[in-house]
Every structure is written in C-alpha cells, then in structure tokens.
Nanobody, 122 residues
C-alpha cells in the first residue's frame, strides 16, 4: 500500500524558513517522480517542485525558484522541501504526491498524501 506522510508545516513570519518532509512507503522509490504541490484558499492546486530520485533531476515552479529546494533521501525514502524567504503568498496546504509516468503536473500524479498547512504571516 502506497503511503505518503507529509509533515513540517507551521506558522512562520515572512522571510522565514520551513522544511517539509514526505515519508514514503509502499513503492519503489526510484521508479517514481515525487513532487510537492500546494493549494491556497480559493485557488486551484498547483505544482511547486518535483524530483526524480533515480537521477536527481528537479523541476521547480517559477514562483519558488531560488527560494525552495527539493531533495530526496533514498536511504529513508523521504523527500524534503526546504522553503526559504517565505512570502505570505506561499500560504497554502502542501501535499506530496507521486507519478509512475514521470509527470510533475497535478493531473498526472497517481497517489496523494494528506496535506500539511503552512501559514506565512506578513
């Protein structure tokens, strides 16, 4: 059974940092693209960052480039999202998800974890 457990959300002031973790199990880590997505109140879910653990390649949304870094630890089957210089517009529920077919888009993910709330105050 695929399980994706996100953690690390919280409340932070603008300019601060948070690190999210996604503990994964039930699938072969290197066979999937693993991504972080977010959904702000009243908005559609959007992709944030994705990583292909098999080769370390990453993809980041323009809105987070230079501020967020995604990484993967194959030993612990965990994907991290380091978020620096946070802005109020980063406030959202953050989800991790996996794609068996190389997608980094909301519609292309096969499994979703429960989200974790991040709130950035101004």
């Amino acid at each position: 059974e695929v399980q994706l457990q996100a953690s690390g959300g919280g409340l932070v002031q603008a300019g601060g940092s948070l690190r999210l973790s996604c503990a994964a199990s039930g699938f072969r880590f290197d066979d999937y693209v693993i991504g972080w997505f977010r959904q702000a109140p009243g908005k559609e879910r959007e992709e944030v960052s994705c990583i292909r653990p098999s080769d370390g390649s990453t993809l980041n949304a323009d809105s987070v480039k230079g501020r967020f870094t995604i990484s993967a630890d194959a030993m612990s089957n965990t994907v991290y999202l380091q978020m620096n210089n946070l802005k109020p517009e980063d406030t959202a529920v953050y989800y991790c998800a996996i794609s068996r077919y190389g997608s980094c888009g909301v519609d292309g993910m096969n499994y979703w974890g429960k989200g974790t709330q991040d709130t950035v105050s101004s």
